[in-house]
């Protein structure tokens, strides 16, 4: 007994040294990607919802046997939160980190911890990108240039035809678009539909004012960095209590679970779409292929969202990344990417190929697609996103939801907004 | 507990009667359980398993159960399919996280019964200048809720390298106050002085002893300590997500809140993920459950 | 620790066998005896060495180095501040709105959390304590929750108070009250009642059993003593069972207040983004510790994040204090 006593106790002494030290192994090993022995390379890519590279990984793994990649989703803000992390930390970035346009003054401020693209020869790519889309990751003194732009958030409305035809509204693409020239026109439709069905028009409050808060001149943000609530911010935050107080939203958090339900339950019949959100659609509602349009967004062009591929410095392998990265923005990826989940390319020489031109995107009942966001954003004059844009659009979405839930008085909003957008530029 | 303990005259109880009278004066432990108490102790049961039964309906529904008033309450068909999903999501590393959970409480548990049974004998048995004192520091730090320090942890685990790897998660773990403490308590009680004595006689060293005399005495303690540490390790969740989080190798907790916080939060692949998690620790109380019992009745320590 | 740098007691002198033989037994004799003088002079410290060094090097030195920490400019994203911030970490805590919402809200969810908790699990155990059949299965059946992983049950407990298809408030429609649902993320106190809830299920039985254990240490005459006031099981607990087992009840206590006010899984899953860290929009739910996470990982200002540590540190030590002897008073009173 005593015997196979010391022995048991024996076995676990020896065992917690073993798995101490092959934990410390894996620990170390995958700080680096860079397997020794085989020879292959890993490269980890972090983005967030759907950049349509699934079937590109495995395109680009069988033209190259010595390099595996890896795909990291995971939730807007946070991955760029964990982006900055890392940069401070000096080491676990991804070797191709993708950061949004609301974040590129924050990260080309440290254009030191990125890998100058310039230096890889990505010059030569200048010209075939929107002027706007190349200046927008590049640093300051016009030297370095931390990213590779992917796509431009070109604005539309995505509606969904069942529930319009069971409100008594048009159905088709155009007529639609006819019924809201301006935001004001927009919410009366949305007060019809509402009183009609009973049932809510738009999504969120917050995804009203993104979209239009894209179209102003001026964002959070003038170019001096100075935050400028009374300009766009303004215009775009009355829009959406004016909404909300004619209850057409169904106040649901965008990005999260009952959201996501909402395009399958037809919680809301209306939503702002920039090019990257019909992939998102088509993945959590793949039920509803066909019941969806797209149709202008009321108040003329704009833009949300849109992004970038960087390499940060602490890439193990540099060189394997920045190959991949080049290949990813090719006319022919550009375009696999815009087919499957919607982005829309920003080198616009890419609007006039037929392969976009003439697409049409079946989930939305056939929607000229490469026809309506091209068109969006050629005529773009882009925003500048200050430094903190980030955990500014964050605090004042807060105060639209908490307006939503109704904790907060409508008429008090706005100053509340003001009180924590300064709160977030100083942070 | 000094309480006048002596009993009073007897005579000077009014005569009880009817069942009343028959619980009178009788100790709760000597009293036999009536109905109620036997239906609100089921009622409380319930409650206790609810939320992990329907931890188990959502995990084995599709999404229209979900969506669904009233809520589904019978299990559906679709376990395998969401557990499928969870393990095949190539931006949560679950099963990873499995691994590294069962990794992280396997060493923590194992260095904390070691360490902590031999600092125990060592209090409990020998002699040596200053122990007086060094237990009493052992106790202090008792209280002391080490969470305190957790940016300054952050700090020295970068100095170190390790922050992102599992050392930094279990680094911390590998000792703790409490189980020098009860080790020392259990010891005290369960080798006889004269045991170690005698064997010193026949010339048998400090570990010797240790070794062949006070580990298989105190088998009953190392149990209880093991089983708390264990489930108190995999159950962490502030410190492996602050060093892990944004990792390829998480552990199962930090891997769980990944799966409720990305672009796609599914509640049916989060619910599977936890509720296979779980499945160890159930596992656990279903086998250790009278010693589980047994070391929180003898004074455990929320960890 | 400084103190194994003293001599130690010397143990009973070394035992003097062998005496007299060859030279190379002699040198045998010496060697063992070194080995003896070692092992019982020092080997002690050896003993506890692993433990003292493990716990200076990961527990105790992080909490005092959190003390410098804070009294530093320590902004990873921003290196150009001057190395010590003296007391300006602790200066801005004082006016940070945030830092007192989240500490409103910490002492909300506790006192929500805490006092439902040892009341029932104080009924609960006076349960426990009867004769049962089956004693060990009922013991076993309310520590569930105890070994369920927080996370987990959070993220029941986060779908079950979902606003549009959550169970609780399908529980609650024929009392709910207007034709709207109860948004549970949306206010403080329904956000607060839903962590609070989590809390509860969690710990009631772990308490319940530390009652347990100390109620079966009651002298049974002190029982039969109380038969002359004529007192029935309920206030056999309140009059008898409590005021006994006191030290106990103090104790849960302290550890419900420890606990309570380091808040973070629940509140933090709780949250539609499980890393957002907010509390909800307006910090409706943000615990401190919470808070901390937030401040210290996601602004990258560690220098706040750790004088914010120090604060709570301090807030524990002082509700600590305050309730040990608040629960003296009101459960010693009678006996």
């Known amino acids: 007994m005593r015997r196979s006593w010391s022995h048991w106790a024996r076995a676990v002494a020896v065992g917690a040294v073993g798995l101490t030290m092959v934990a410390a192994c894996s620990g170390r090993s995958t700080t680096g990607g860079d397997d020794a ?121 995505c509606y969904r035809t069942d529930l319009f035809a069971a409100a008594g509204l048009p159905t088709d693409r155009d007529q639609v678009s006819a019924l809201w020239p301006t935001w004001d026109k927009f919410i009366e439709v949305g007060q019809q539909y509402t009183g009609k069905t009973k049932k809510k028009f738009i999504d969120s409050g917050t995804n009203l004012f993104n979209p239009i808060l894209g179209q102003q001149q001026v964002g959070f943000y003038t170019e001096q960095e100075q935050l400028q609530m009374d300009g766009g911010p303004k215009v775009a935050f009355d829009y959406t209590v004016k909404a909300l107080q004619a209850d057409i939203s169904a106040k649901l958090v965008s990005f999260q679970a009952d959201w996501d339900k909402g395009f399958t339950s037809g919680a809301f019949a209306v939503l702002a779409c920039p090019a990257w959100m019909l992939g998102h ?34 890439s193990k392998n540099v060189d394997e990344a920045y190959k991949l990265l080049e290949w990813l923005v090719q006319p022919e990826q550009q375009i696999e990417i815009f087919k499957k989940v919607g982005n829309l390319p920003s080198q616009p020489a890419l609007y006039a190929d037929p392969a976009i031109a003439e697409f049409k995107n079946p989930f939305f009942n056939d929607a000229p697609v ?51 957008a300064e709160k977030a530029s100083k942070s | 507990m000094s309480v006048d303990t002596a009993p009073r005259p007897v005579e000077q109880a009014p005569a009880p009667r009817g069942r009343r009278a028959r619980l009178m004066g009788r100790a ?13 102790l089921a009622v409380t049961i319930l409650f206790s398993v609810f939320p992990l039964y329907w931890m188990f309906v959502i995990a084995t529904s599709d999404d229209e159960a979900l969506a669904k008033i009233p809520p589904a309450v019978v299990p559906g068909n679709q376990f395998l399919v969401n557990l499928e999903e969870v393990f095949s999501l190539q931006d949560v590393f679950f099963a990873a996280g499995l691994i590294n959970s069962f990794i992280v409480s396997t060493v923590v548990t194992a260095s904390v019964l070691f360490f902590c049974s031999l600092a125990g004998f060592a209090f409990a048995k020998l002699r040596f200048k200053g122990s007086g004192w060094l237990m009493l520091f052992v106790v202090l730090t008792l209280t002391v809720p080490n969470q305190l320090g957790i940016v300054a942890l952050y700090i020295v685990m970068g100095k170190l390298g390790w922050n992102g790897t599992l050392l930094a998660v279990i680094a911390p773990g590998l000792v703790t106050a409490f189980g020098v403490f009860y080790m020392r308590q259990f010891i005290v009680n369960s080798v006889p002085d004269e045991l170690v004595e005698s064997a010193r006689v026949d010339g048998a060293t400090t570990m010797r002893i240790y070794w062949s005399m006070v580990l298989p005495a105190i088998r009953p303690a190392l149990a209880v300590l093991g089983l708390l540490t264990f489930v108190a390790t995999w159950n962490d969740f502030q410190w492996p997500l602050i060093t892990l989080s944004g990792t390829d190798f998480p552990t199962s907790m930090v891997a769980i809140s990944d799966l ?24 656990m109380l279903f086998v250790g459950g009278r010693q589980i019992v047994r070391g929180i009745m003898e004074g455990a320590v929320k960890s | ?126 349960l ?43 529980l609650l429609g024929p009392f709910g009250g207007g034709d709207a649902p109860i948004d549970w993320r949306a206010d403080k106190l329904h956000s607060w009642i839903a ?30 003593a109380a038969a002359i006031d004529g007192a029935g099981p309920w206030k056999q607990l309140w009059r008898i069972t409590v005021p006994m087992i006191q030290p106990v009840v103090v104790f849960t206590v302290v550890l419900s207040t420890i606990g309570g006010l380091q808040l973070f899984t629940e509140p933090m899953l709780f949250d539609l983004n499980a890393q957002a860290a907010t509390g909800g929009p307006n910090g409706e739910w943000q615990t401190i510790a919470q808070l901390i996470y937030k401040v210290g990982w996601k602004d990258l200002n560690l220098g706040y994040a750790a004088a914010m540590s120090w604060a709570l540190f301090l807030i524990i030590l002082v509700v600590a204090g305050i309730n040990t002897w608040l629960t003296s008073r009101l459960s010693g009173g009678r006996k």
């Open chain 1, 37 to 157: 022995g085989s020879g292959t390379v890993t490269l980890k890519i972090n983005f967030w919802g759907d950049f349509g590279l699934q079937d590109l990984k495995t395109k680009y793994e069988a033209e190259h046997p010595n390099v595996k990649i890896q795909l990291n989703s995971g939730e807007y803000n946070a991955q760029h939160e964990d982006l900055q992390k890392k940069l401070v930390a000096g080491s676990g970035a991804a070797d191709i980190a993708a950061i949004d346009e609301g974040y590129a003054v924050q990260f080309r401020g440290q254009s030191d911890k990125f890998v100058n693209l310039l230096d890889k020869g990505a010059g030569s790519l200048e010209s075939k990108y929107l002027p706007w889309k190349w200046k927008q990751t590049l640093s300051a003194d016009g030297k370095t240039q931390i990213g590779l732009g992917t796509d431009v958030g070109g604005l539309a409305m």
């Open chain 1, 281 to 314: 659609i088509k993945e959590t509602a793949p039920g509803t292929e066909g019941k969806w349009d797209i149709a202008a967004v009321p108040g003329g062009g704009g833009n949300w969202g849109g992004s970038f591929l960087t390499i940060p410095k602490q």
């Open chain 1, 370 to 420: 490469g026809q309506i966001f091209p068109k969006m954003a050629q005529g773009l004059t882009p925003q500048y996103q200050g430094k903190k844009n980030g955990p500014t659009r964050v605090n004042v979405e807060n105060v639209i939801r908490r307006v939503e839930n109704g904790t907060l008085k409508p008429d008090a909003a706005w100053a509340e907004a003001v009180k924590e």
């Open chain 2, 28 to 40: 709760p432990q000597d009293t036999p359980a009536g109905l109620g108490t036997y239906l609100l």
């Open chain 2, 260 to 283: 409720a916080s990305g672009n796609y939060v599914i509640y049916r692949r989060v619910l599977a993920g936890a509720f296979v998690a779980t499945i160890p620790l159930l596992v």
């Open chain 3, 1 to 126: 620790m400084s103190t194994t740098r003293a001599a130690p007691p010397s143990p009973r002198s070394a035992p003097e066998r062998g005496t007299g033989g060859s030279g190379a037994d002699e040198r045998r004799l010496t060697w063992r005896n070194r080995l003896y003088r070692f092992d019982m002079r020092y080997m002690p410290y050896l003993m506890i060495a692993p433990f003292f060094l493990l716990f200076a090097v990961f527990g105790l030195f992080p909490l005092l180095f959190n003390g410098v920490v804070s009294l530093r400019n320590y902004e990873l994203d921003d290196p150009t501040l001057p190395y010590w911030a003296g007391f300006d970490n602790f200066a801005r805590l004082a006016g940070d709105e945030d830092f007192w919402n989240a500490l409103y809200n910490t002492f909300g969810i506790f006192l929500l959390s805490s006092l439902p908790q040892l009341l029932l699990a104080l009924v609960l155990a006076s």
């Open chain 3, 128 to 170: 426990l304590n009867r004769r049962l059949r089956a004693q060990t299965w009922w013991r076993v059946g309310i520590l569930l929750p105890y070994v369920t992983p927080i996370v987990a049950s959070t993220m029941v407990f986060s779908v079950f108070f979902s606003r549009d298809f959550g169970m609780a408030n399908w």
């Open chain 3, 195 to 224: 962590v609070a809830t989590m809390v509860n299920w969690k710990w009631i039985g772990y308490n319940a059993l530390l009652y347990l254990a100390a109620m079966q240490s009651i002298p049974r005459d002190v029982y039969e």
